[in-house]
């Protein structure tokens, strides 16, 4: 894939033109107090330890979006018992679930507690998940996918109800036995980058770092008009058939943009994105980083899609010792 966005000073200074609804901070204060006013007591289960001996993991059943009962996955490193760790909120990618804790070791394994949230609705692309997503009653037509689900008002609209789950996910977290709640991260690659950057805005100061590869969902009349790639391409194919919608879905969508959810943004950042990406092309991640007041830094990785180089993981980890340290 060629070079096709924006050229790299461009990017740099890059805003979107998208115009931010005038309820954007109310709006999502109604949705996460609704959602907390709903909320049951979260559920732990230790997770199969004669599989993960020395590695505490405990299956959790948490209240989401509407009170909806969403699951994750609690690791600890081993040995750690009750003291409070620094811990990673982890979101998964498009179309997977949280899978198994042994795809998550590496966090407990590095002295991070850890809580990976399952994302309703998906999971069984390329990870299982465990979640349903109760609230597509309410949904009317869609393409096949979740890109257009309930995208017909930004009250019935998938990602409004994940990006509720994850900013819960947070609050959750924080509360839980060996969590020091002032160090806590997000961090996620393309959907879970882009769930990231709204769990750090919708969180406030709870949020001390965000780490968000190649994030997805931000820029959103950019990126459907820009890319023929799913899961983008989802919105665009469902709007060229239902063209009486087209305003009331761009409208839908303002809501949920992260790009400009990312002007809330506290934590300290660190974005990546690789600029033969076709699926979350660089210029919708530099709108996101633009507009993010806090300290923040990005990794551009010229020949690289949609993917993440191995090597930035040691880059992240030293991020996050840096930034949580005692």
């Known amino acids: 894939m060629p070079w096709f966005d924006l050229p790299a000073e461009k990017l740099r200074e890059y805003r979107t033109s998208t115009e931010e609804p005038a309820d954007l901070d109310g709006w999502w204060a109604a949705r996460l107090d609704q959602a907390r006013a709903a909320a049951k007591p979260t559920t732990l289960t230790p997770h199969e330890p004669e599989a993960y001996g020395p590695l505490p993991v405990l299956d959790v059943e948490f209240s989401g979006a509407d009170g909806d009962p969403i699951r994750a996955w609690y690791l ?32 407990p394994a590095s002295g991070f507690a850890q809580f990976v949230m399952d994302t309703r609705g998906q999971g069984g692309k390329w990870s299982i998940g465990a979640t349903g997503d109760p609230g597509a009653a309410l949904a009317g037509p869609a393409f096949p996918g979740m890109m257009t689900r309930g995208i017909q008002s930004p009250e019935t ?46 969180s406030g100061d709870l949020v001390k770092v965000c780490h968000a590869d190649v994030p997805f969902l931000c820029d959103f009349q950019r990126a459907v008009t820009l890319t023929g790639k799913a ?65 923040k830094d990005i990794a551009v990785f010229p020949f690289t899609a949609h993917s993440v180089p191995r090597t930035h993981v040691e880059r992240q980890l030293r991020h996050l010792r840096a930034t949580l340290a005692t």
Do not use: W
Not at 157 to 185: H, S
Not at 267 to 285: F, H, Q, W, Y
């Open 76 to 107: 600890r490193p081993p040995g750690s018992g009750d003291t409070p760790l620094p811990t990673v909120v982890t979101f998964i990618g498009y179309g997977g679930g949280r899978g198994l804790p042994a795809e998550h070791a590496l966090l």
């Open 157 to 202: 609209y998938y990602y409004t109800r994940l990006m509720v789950d994850a900013a819960r996910a947070v609050e959750v977290a924080a509360e839980l036995d060996g969590v020091d709640r002032d160090r806590i991260a997000v961090s996620g690659v393309s959907q879970g980058g882009g769930l990231s950057l709204a769990a750090a805005a919708l």
């Open 231 to 295: 899961p983008y391409s989802e919105i665009a194919d469902f709007l060229a058939q239902n063209i009486d919608l087209v305003d009331t879905a761009l409208d839908t969508l303002r809501y949920v943009d992260g790009a400009l959810l990312a002007r809330r943004i506290t934590a300290e950042c660190l974005l990546s994105t690789g600029l033969m990406d076709d699926v979350c092309p660089p210029s919708t991640v530099y709108a996101a980083y633009n507009e993010i007041k806090a300290a």
